[in-house]
């Protein structure tokens, strides 16, 4: 009775076949053949108790039998009875040590639990078996796939496919692999072969994923629609994936729906929330978003990011956006977002008053709320430096030891404004060593050679390049935020990651004055590394360095001749307030300010050298109050630049005078000795002298 089962099994009469096998065992049919069998078609059809107690009644007639082991662990593992399968795998095994379905299985079971080490234990017991079989190179695939060996995990992968070009594992194996490497194209290949051939819908939406990958939005919309179509998938968060593909295809029409109805069923859902709005983006419909929104908050004034929704509609600063403001703090009394909603508008605004109250009430729910106890202390730092100073040494003793650094600049700032140099530059000097007590000691200028070589003819030679630089508290962040916005060739990325190259290197210079280094090394090593930093084959750029020493003219001189220099630059003395106040750009360890001073000024001789002696192509963009001449400003930046002419940049992008210019006669007493060790080398670079 056993074959006519397995006949209609082949055929994929799987309901035909249980029937079969319910007839075989109500006539009294129960050799192991037919038992197989039947658990088999119980199995087929989902009845999964009935399968797994047909085949124990089978083991139970012949124990010893591996394939029944195997067969039951199949079962157990439909239930996720998955301690139960290992047991009928170990049995299998123990039965039949070449039962090469088990290795397969335990090997798969421990991929699925990310225990890649006894998967490949398992495989390799697999391939003694059958090491050329498909699922044994399948097996190995994945394993080199999970451990980001993709190249020859697709090598792999396409052999086994080659010897099971229909077997469904394999297909998936190798799908799941071209995704990891990125061949979008080919995953969408394989994935349509599975769907194909098992009729997985669930399938569709990792299509839609890969199809996205590809920037088809449209594609990857029609794939969900597929699933959408039946209800049981058709959840908001598919609602809402779809219609943001839809957006993005320009198929309003289509968006409109989707992202309406994940709304309605889940007006929490922050992706739906934010649908909604991307919808009135597209399609302009500002009333009707108006009310979607306004009659959700009714129902549910305790969501945050629905009445931020709700703000996003409304210009800022104006009446509606007030009015908004005001109901979010009704419905919710003393509660911090509204509360910080209502700051910024007050802020942002001019509301000075209104401002500091909101941060006091903020501060009184939240003592440590930083943007609330900054406002409270620039208010009084505006009006009454010494109270600023005692609210900040109030926040002290709860602060975190991150936050304490900011806090003590903050009464060093505020000592400053209430005419205490003394004790301002007290609390700069103490909190600066501490914070730069880790990072090396500033670079040792090195001495300037006999003889500089040539400068090379820059006729011919490739595009320009600029190199940018300002020392400790010349507020050369002020010029390269400028820069940045302006011009794509603009590069500060040796402030977020250091850049493998040897103007990133504070030992270079020395080696480079050494002999240990020649020019061609310097240059080639800059060259060799700008395409990875994202420069354009004509090399232009505008290059930010943490640090100079005149020793890189040894190799821009005969190398780079075409390259220009950019100094920021101000009133040393000026520029060692600014550097105890408030660090610099490269971290550099700071002991006292008698210290920093002696390497500043010899740090900045060189500079002085190379305007005096016209030693390298410079331009220098005085760094004291640039706001106070925009027009001179643009003009210094396209004469580094060697361009025609450079826009005017808008005030608000250089930011605040930290340090004002000439602050450093208020300390004249205070740092005497720093001063006078810096005073020759500022009447150099053109400053007063007292």
Same mark, same amino acid.
């Given at each position: !009775?056993?074959?006519?089962?397995?006949?209609?099994?082949?055929?994929?009469?799987?309901?035909?076949?249980? =029937?079969?096998?319910?007839?075989?065992?109500?006539?009294?049919?129960?050799?192991?053949?037919?038992?197989?069998?039947?658990?088999?078609?119980?199995?087929?059809?989902?009845?999964?108790?009935?399968?797994?107690?047909?085949? %124990?009644?089978?083991?139970?007639?012949?124990?010893?039998?591996?394939?029944?082991?195997?067969?039951?662990?199949?079962? /157990?593992?439909?239930?996720?009875?998955?301690?139960?399968?290992?047991?009928?795998?170990?049995?299998?095994?123990?039965?039949?040590?070449?039962?090469?379905?088990?290795?397969?299985?335990?090997?798969? !079971?421990?991929?699925?639990?990310?225990?890649?080490?006894?998967?490949?234990?398992?495989?390799?017991? *697999?391939?003694?078996?059958?090491? +050329?079989?498909?699922?044994?190179?399948?097996?190995?695939?994945?394993?080199?796939?999970?451990?980001?060996?993709?190249?020859? *995990?697709?090598?792999?992968?396409?052999?086994?496919?080659?010897?099971?070009?229909?077997?469904?594992?394999?297909?998936?194996?190798?799908?799941?692999?071209?995704?990891?490497?990125?061949?979008?194209?080919?995953? &969408?290949?394989?994935?349509?072969?599975?769907?194909?051939?098992?009729?997985?819908?669930?399938?569709?939406?990792?299509?839609?994923?890969?199809?996205?990958?590809?920037?088809?939005?449209?594609?990857?919309?029609?794939?969900?629609?597929?699933?959408?179509?039946?209800?049981?998938?058709?959840?908001?968060? /598919?609602?809402?994936?779809?219609?943001?593909?839809?957006?993005?295809?320009?198929?309003?029409?289509?968006?409109?729906?989707?992202?309406?109805?994940?709304?309605?069923?889940?007006?929490?859902?922050?992706?739906? =929330?934010?649908?909604?709005?991307?919808?009135?983006?597209?399609?302009?419909?500002?009333?009707?978003?108006?009310?979607?929104?306004?009659?959700?908050?009714?129902?549910?004034?305790?969501?945050?990011? /629905?009445?931020?929704?709700?703000?996003? !509609?409304?210009?800022?600063?104006? &009446?509606?956006?007030?009015?908004?403001?005001?109901?979010?703090?009704?419905?919710?009394? #003393?509660?911090?977002?509204?509360?910080?909603?209502?700051?910024?508008? +007050?802020?942002?605004?001019?509301?000075?008053?209104?401002?500091?109250? =909101?941060?006091?009430?903020?501060?009184?729910?939240?003592?440590?709320?930083?943007?609330?106890?900054?406002?409270?202390?620039?208010?009084?730092?505006?009006?009454?430096?010494?109270?600023?100073?005692?609210?900040?040494?109030?926040?002290?003793?709860?602060?975190?030891?991150?936050?304490?650094?900011?806090?003590?600049?903050?009464?060093?700032?505020?000592?400053?404004?209430?005419?205490?140099?003394?004790?301002?530059?007290?609390?700069?000097?103490?909190?600066?060593?501490?914070?730069?007590?880790?990072?090396?000691?500033?670079?040792?200028?090195?001495?300037?050679?006999?003889?500089?070589?040539?400068?090379?003819?820059?006729?011919?030679?490739?595009?320009?390049?600029?190199?940018?630089?300002?020392?400790?508290?010349?507020?050369? #962040?002020?010029?390269?935020?400028?820069?940045?916005?302006?011009?794509?060739?603009?590069?500060? %990325?040796?402030?977020?990651?250091?850049?493998?190259?040897?103007?990133?290197?504070?030992?270079?210079?020395?080696?480079?004055?050494?002999?240990?280094?020649?020019?061609?090394?310097?240059? %080639?090593?800059?060259?060799?590394?700008?395409?990875?930093?994202?420069?354009?084959?004509?090399?232009?750029?505008?290059?930010?360095?943490?640090?100079?020493?005149?020793?890189?003219?040894?190799?821009?001189?005969?190398?780079?001749?075409?390259?220009?220099?950019?100094?920021?630059?101000?009133?040393?003395?000026?520029?060692?307030?600014?550097?105890?106040?408030?660090?610099?750009? !490269?971290?550099?360890?700071?002991?006292?300010?008698?210290?920093?001073?002696?390497?500043?000024?010899?740090?900045?001789?060189?500079?002085?050298?190379?305007?005096?002696?016209?030693?390298?192509?410079?331009?220098?963009?005085?760094?004291?109050?640039?706001?106070?001449?925009?027009?001179?400003?643009?003009?210094?930046?396209?004469?580094?630049?060697?361009?025609?002419?450079?826009?005017?940049?808008?005030?608000? /992008?250089?930011?605040?005078?930290?340090?004002?210019?000439?602050?450093?006669?208020?300390?004249?007493?205070?740092?005497?000795?720093?001063?006078?060790?810096? =005073?020759?080398?500022?009447?150099?670079?053109?400053?007063?002298?007292?």
């Amino acid at each position: !009775m056993s074959q006519p089962i397995y006949q209609a099994l082949r055929r994929g009469a799987n309901t035909e076949a249980a =029937t079969l096998a319910r007839q075989a065992m109500a006539a009294g049919q129960t050799d192991i053949q037919t038992l197989s069998a039947a658990a088999l078609a119980f199995r087929a059809v989902g009845e999964r108790e009935a399968a797994l107690k047909t085949v %124990d009644a089978a083991i139970a007639q012949m124990p010893d039998d591996a394939e029944l082991h195997f067969l039951r662990a199949g079962m /157990l593992l439909d239930t996720q009875d998955v301690s139960g399968a290992q047991a009928a795998l170990a049995q299998t095994v123990a039965l039949d040590p070449n039962q090469f379905g088990a290795y397969v299985v335990q090997a798969q !079971m421990a991929i699925g639990r990310k225990d890649l080490d006894e998967a490949e234990r398992q495989t390799k017991l *697999a391939a003694r078996v059958a090491p +050329e079989h498909p699922w044994t190179l399948m097996l190995e695939g994945v394993l080199a796939s999970r451990r980001n060996d993709h190249d020859r *995990a697709l090598k792999l992968l396409s052999a086994a496919s080659k010897g099971a070009p229909d077997d469904l594992q394999v297909i998936s194996a190798l799908a799941f692999a071209y995704l990891a490497k990125g061949h979008f194209a080919f995953a &969408e290949q394989s994935f349509r072969r599975l769907i194909e051939k098992t009729g997985q819908v669930q399938l569709h939406g990792l299509l839609a994923q890969i199809l996205l990958q590809q920037g088809r939005p449209a594609d990857a919309a029609d794939e969900l629609a597929v699933l959408l179509a039946d209800p049981a998938h058709a959840t908001p968060s /598919l609602q809402a994936f779809a219609g943001e593909l839809e957006l993005q295809a320009k198929r309003f029409d289509r968006a409109k729906p989707l992202l309406q109805a994940a709304f309605a069923a889940h007006p929490d859902s922050r992706r739906a =929330t934010n649908g909604v709005l991307l919808l009135w983006e597209a399609t302009g419909n500002t009333d009707e978003t108006r009310t979607t929104l306004d009659d959700a908050l009714a129902q549910h004034p305790q969501w945050d990011h /629905l009445w931020i929704a709700r703000l996003a !509609m409304e210009a800022f600063g104006d &009446e509606a956006a007030a009015a908004v403001v005001a109901r979010w703090n009704a419905a919710r009394p #003393d509660h911090l977002p509204a509360l910080q909603a209502q700051l910024a508008l +007050e802020s942002g605004t001019g509301a000075h008053d209104a401002s500091e109250a =909101t941060a006091r009430r903020i501060a009184t729910i939240e003592p440590g709320h930083g943007q609330a106890n900054e406002l409270i202390y620039r208010r009084l730092l505006d009006r009454e430096p010494a109270a600023a100073i005692t609210f900040v040494e109030g926040l002290l003793p709860a602060a975190s030891a991150q936050a304490r650094p900011l806090l003590q600049r903050w009464i060093g700032m505020a000592q400053d404004a209430a005419d205490r140099p003394a004790e301002a530059i007290a609390t700069w000097s103490a909190v600066t060593a501490e914070a730069t007590a880790q990072a090396g000691p500033p670079p040792v200028p090195t001495a300037a050679p006999a003889q500089w070589p040539e400068l090379a003819s820059a006729e011919g030679a490739r595009a320009p390049a600029v190199f940018l630089y300002g020392a400790p508290g010349a507020q050369v #962040d002020r010029i390269a935020n400028v820069l940045q916005r302006a011009l794509p060739e603009f590069r500060s %990325d040796r402030f977020s990651s250091a850049v493998q190259d040897p103007f990133q290197d504070t030992n270079v210079p020395a080696r480079l004055a050494e002999g240990v280094f020649t020019a061609e090394q310097v240059a %080639d090593g800059w060259r060799g590394q700008l395409p990875a930093r994202g420069i354009g084959a004509d090399g232009a750029v505008i290059d930010w360095i943490p640090f100079w020493d005149n020793a890189w003219l040894l190799a821009l001189r005969p190398q780079l001749p075409q390259a220009r220099l950019l100094f920021a630059l101000r009133d040393p003395r000026d520029m060692l307030l600014e550097w105890l106040a408030f660090g610099a750009p !490269m971290a550099m360890r700071v002991t006292d300010a008698d210290d920093a001073a002696r390497w500043l000024a010899t740090h900045l001789a060189q500079i002085a050298d190379i305007i005096e002696q016209d030693l390298f192509p410079h331009t220098v963009v005085r760094t004291d109050a640039p706001g106070e001449d925009l027009e001179r400003l643009a003009a210094r930046f396209a004469e580094a630049l060697g361009v025609p002419a450079f826009p005017t940049p808008p005030r608000e /992008l250089l930011g605040p005078d930290r340090i004002p210019a000439g602050r450093w006669l208020a300390y004249r007493e205070a740092l005497a000795a720093p001063f006078a060790t810096l =005073t020759p080398v500022a009447v150099r670079l053109g400053y007063r002298q007292d």
